[in-house]
């Protein structure tokens, strides 16, 4: 069982970047999906979460009308589109499924986005 991230890097503000987390060893259409980051000192804190289905989604304050939570069952992926980036958007991104009757819980790696000039 494996969730690997991708996608992060530097870029400047106002740039765009497109994460995406593929699982492997199990099947995310019954997991909800989540995008959690975490900067340096700080918690680990919700960023966007999209339902099992897709139909669902919810959106961090700090984030909202500026990040886009995504998936494709049929490719075992989510994707999380920032736009307008900022400089407090600077963290490690980490993919999260949690199975929809609580069965599984799993974590990714983490992918570095830094958002600088």
């Known amino acids: 069982v494996q969730l690997v991230e991708s996608g992060g890097g530097l870029v400047q503000p106002g740039g765009s970047l497109r994460l995406s987390c593929t699982a492997s060893g199990f099947t995310v259409s019954t997991y909800v999906m989540s995008w959690y980051r975490q900067a340096p000192g700080k918690e680990r804190d919700l960023v966007a979460t999209i339902g099992n289905a897709g139909g669902s989604t919810y959106y961090a304050d700090s984030v909202k009308g500026r990040f886009t939570i995504s998936r494709d069952n049929s490719k075992n992926t989510v994707y999380l589109q920032m736009t307008d980036l900022k400089p407090g958007d600077t963290a490690v991104y980490y993919c999260?499924?949690?199975?929809?009757?609580?069965?599984?819980?799993?974590w990714g790696q983490g992918t570095q986005v830094t958002v600088s000039s």
């Open positions: 999260n499924a949690r199975h929809i009757v609580g069965i599984g819980n799993y």
